[in-house]
C-alpha cells in the first residue's frame, strides 16, 4: 500500500490563455484548480494609473506565456464585493497580483512592478510546468485532478453503498466495464 500523501500525476493540462481576461472570483477558483498552469490574478482599480501601466504588461506576458499561463483580472472598482473579496485575500492596494500553481499560492505581489520584474517572476514558476505534459485546448469545464492519492474533488463526498443495493452494472456495455464479449 502507498503512502496516502503520494502525489498523483496528471499527463495531461489544459491550455492557458494567450490573453488576458476580465473575471470573477469563482473563474480564478476553477482556474486555481487546473494542473500545470499558472494562474496569475491581477487585482486593479481602474481609475489608478500603475494599473492602466500593468495591463500593458500582462498583454505581453500572456502573448509569450500564454499555452502555460492563465492570466485574469479582477476589477475591484467594478462592486464593493469585489473590493471586499480581494481585501479578504490580504490585498489592499492595486495593482496587485497573486500567482498560483497546482492549487498553490506561489507569490503575492502588492503593488506596481516593472515588465522586466514581472516577468522574471513568471518565467520561473513557467519553468516548473514540464514540457512532457500533453497540452489540450478543448476542455469545457476544468479538468479536476486529485493531488494526492484517495483525495476527491471538491464537491464530491465518498458515499456508503448499501448492501441491499441492486446490482446495475450488468445494463453497462461490456467496453465500460473491461470485459470481453465472451465473458457474459
Given at each position: 500500500?502507498?503512502?496516502s500523501s503520494e502525489k498523483v500525476l496528471t499527463e495531461?493540462?489544459?491550455?492557458?490563455?494567450?490573453?488576458?481576461?476580465?473575471?470573477?472570483?469563482?473563474?480564478?477558483?476553477?482556474?486555481?484548480?487546473?494542473p500545470n498552469v499558472l494562474v496569475l490574478t491581477d487585482y486593479f482599480d481602474e481609475g489608478s494609473k500603475e494599473c492602466v501601466e500593468s495591463a500593458k504588461y500582462l498583454d505581453s506576458?500572456?502573448?509569450k506565456?500564454?499555452?502555460?499561463?492563465?492570466?485574469?483580472?479582477?476589477?475591484?472598482?467594478?462592486?464593493?464585493?469585489l473590493k471586499k473579496y480581494a481585501r479578504s485575500r490580504g490585498i489592499n492596494r492595486f495593482p496587485s497580483?497573486?500567482?498560483?500553481?497546482?492549487?498553490?499560492?506561489?507569490?503575492?505581489?502588492?503593488?506596481?512592478?516593472?515588465?522586466?520584474?514581472?516577468?522574471?517572476?513568471?518565467?520561473?514558476?513557467?519553468?516548473?510546468?514540464?514540457?512532457s505534459i500533453v497540452v489540450r485546448d478543448d476542455f469545457k469545464k476544468?479538468?479536476?485532478?486529485?493531488?494526492?492519492?484517495g483525495e476527491?474533488?471538491?464537491?464530491?463526498?465518498?458515499?456508503?453503498?448499501?448492501?441491499?443495493?441492486?446490482?446495475?452494472?450488468d445494463r453497462l456495455p461490456n467496453k465500460v466495464l473491461n470485459r470481453s464479449s465472451d465473458a457474459n
Open positions: 500500500m502507498g503512502d495531461e493540462r489544459r491550455k492557458g490563455l494567450n490573453y488576458v481576461k476580465l473575471s470573477t472570483p469563482d473563474e480564478v477558483d476553477r482556474w486555481k484548480q487546473e506576458l500572456a502573448t506565456y500564454g499555452d502555460k499561463v492563465a492570466i485574469l483580472r479582477i476589477n475591484v472598482s467594478d462592486s464593493p464585493a497580483m497573486e500567482m498560483h500553481l497546482n492549487g498553490r499560492k506561489m507569490d503575492k505581489v502588492l503593488g506596481s512592478l516593472n515588465y522586466d520584474a514581472l516577468e522574471n517572476i513568471v518565467s520561473g514558476y513557467v519553468e516548473k510546468i514540464p514540457e476544468p479538468i479536476v485532478v486529485a493531488k494526492q492519492k476527491l474533488p471538491p464537491g464530491v463526498e465518498r458515499v456508503k453503498i448499501p448492501s441491499n443495493a441492486p446490482d446495475l452494472s
